[in-house]
């Protein structure tokens, strides 16, 4: 199995890149951000649980992270690989998914991670806010404030898969197609 790590800040262009990366790999793509939205819009208790946090820019507490991921994992564990979008964002869920994949006698091949500077992720997000209908693009203060949870919380993961010399950084900026062949190179390498 091929099991990679999408990382990177809010609007580092995960989403984007993990629909492209999926495709070419064959790859069964899990965006937490998605699937806590899709529960959001189908009035369902995790959905309830999450969007207080998430309307905030908050992380939503790990336990309920890793319940939900492992659920995903646990359903579609036939598949050839997994990209993880969006998770782990905490040294606990990094370590849980660990175990998870563990089980299934797998591990991370890769943490792919998109580097690109505050001010155009700040950009980016406003932009996006406009038409994607998400209310935690669409202001400023709580995007500031996703970005800061990505400093504080999950940032140290860098340090996590470097030390497991899986970490591969990516310049996240330019057009969409020059950014998916960088990591097409690093996937060569995985
Ligand atoms: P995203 O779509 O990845 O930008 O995530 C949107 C929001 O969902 C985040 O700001 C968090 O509130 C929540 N979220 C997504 N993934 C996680 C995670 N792994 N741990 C905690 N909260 C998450």
Redesign the pocket.
Known sequence: MKNIVLFGP?GAG??TQAEIIKQEYDLFHI????V?RFNIKNNTNLGLL?KG??DK????P?QI?IDMLSDVVEKNSHVNGFIF??????QS?AHALDSLLENFNTSISGMIALEVDDEILINRLLERGKDSGRA?DSNREIIEN?IS?YYNKTAILKTYYQRKNCYYGVNGVGEIDEITSRIIDVMSKI
């Open positions: 809010p995960k989403g965006s937490t951000g998605d806590f999450a946090f998430m820019g908050e992380l939503v790990d992270t979008d969006g998770f782990p964002r905490t869920q935690d996703r949870e």
